[in-house]
T-cell receptor
Framework: DAKTTQPNSMESNEEEPVHLPCNHS???????IHWYRQLPSQGPEYVIH???SNVNNRMASLAIAEDRKSSTLILHRATLRDAAVYYC?????????????FGSGTRLSIRP | GAVVSQHPSWVICKSGTSVKIECRSL??????MFWYRQFPKQSLMLMAT?????????EQGVEKDKFLINHASLTLSTLTVTSAHPEDSSFYIC???????????FGPGTRLLVL
């Protein structure tokens, strides 16, 4: 399984943008880049995903490098509720045997 | 949309007893469900993958006779921890995936404490 590399932790100020980086130099041509986040004592929550083009949704934006070897999750205006562990995961195209493997993620802290 | 529930949310049991955890997809059909375990301060560890109507596929090191998984319908999967011991105490999380979609949707988790 292709692996991702993320910083262990990051801090940001409330109401400021946050850029969470992820390296995935061994990504295959068909792997999707998914981001999930996990708040304390909860199951992971889907944030966003993309393949080649940048993506936006109501939660965040995903910027994907042209060579697809890295990506950045952008929270445009962080709130205290965004404090969580963020996981960047590569997901193969759907099959009955597809699975995702979680790395250690980035623990994001938000300063009031 | 894409809501997954788990029941119970927490359970305390005596050593040697069996515990059943349910995972339900509330508004979509889950052709595949996954079970994870998470110990404190650690990441999620995949235990098994189950496709509706088929036997579950267990990850290396996970005892299939101890962690029984049933996925009898497109909206329900169950994980039974048999003869639970204190080392089985953990946070168990399920996820569900619909056919043709890569995204998994996760349940809120079940915290198990074995005394």
């Amino acid at each position: 399984d292709a692996k991702t590399t993320q910083p262990n932790s990051m801090e940001s100020n409330e109401e400021e943008p946050v850029h969470l980086p992820c390296n995935h130099s061994t990504i295959s041509g068909t792997d999707y880049i998914h981001w999930y986040r996990q708040l304390p004592s909860q199951g992971p929550e889907y944030v966003i995903h993309g393949l080649t083009s940048n993506v936006n949704n109501r939660m965040a934006s995903l910027a994907i490098a042209e060579d697809r070897k890295s990506s950045t999750l952008i929270l445009h205006r962080a709130t205290l509720r965004d404090a969580a562990v963020y996981y960047c995961i590569l997901v193969a195209p759907y099959s009955s045997a597809s699975k995702i493997i979680f790395g250690s993620g980035t623990r994001l802290s938000i300063r009031p | 949309g894409a809501v997954v529930s788990q029941h119970p949310s927490w359970v305390i049991c005596k050593s040697g007893t069996s515990v059943k955890i349910e995972c339900r997809s509330l508004d979509f059909q889950a052709t595949t469900m996954f079970w994870y375990r998470q110990f404190p301060k650690q990441s999620l560890m995949l235990m098994a993958t189950s496709n509706e109507g088929s036997k579950a596929t267990y990850e290396q090191g996970v005892e299939k006779d101890k962690f029984l998984i049933n996925h009898a319908s497109l909206t329900l999967s169950t994980l039974t921890v048999t003869s639970a011991h204190p080392e089985d105490s953990s946070f168990y999380i399920c996820s569900a995936q619909n056919r043709g979609r890569e995204t998994q949707y996760f349940g809120p988790g079940t915290r198990l404490l074995v005394l």
